[in-house]
């Protein structure tokens, strides 16, 4: 490398910039992995949590189904009765996706 002049950048040579670029290239790389590794987590957590919240849900129908206990009102109740329904039903336009797929 070349000493750095008073009010001057310092001035790579052309290994110099080469080795640079190569060493941002492979901290991209790793960068880019471990960005897919975090999406991957993030879509693994999501998942947990639906299948906690649904298993939720299902509680709060059990327990509302006990005439001796009602936990919840009746709106909570029937809101979470739509939701279980709306998670467990497949839309029409992936129903057909899924069967035209099988033809």
Known sequence: MQP???????KLSYEELNQACAEMSQQIQQQ???IQQ?????HEMRFILQNKRMEYLFKVVELQGRRDALA???DFYFAC?????????IP???GKK???KED
């Open 72 to 74: 919840f009102d009746n």
């Open 4 to 10: 750095v002049q008073h009010g001057q950048p310092q």
């Open 92 to 94: 029409e336009d992936e």
């Open 32 to 34: 880019n992995k471990y």
């Open 81 to 89: 009765i739509k939701e279980i329904q709306e998670s467990l039903t």
């Open 98 to 100: 899924v069967e035209s």
């Open 38 to 42: 975090l999406h991957k987590e993030i």
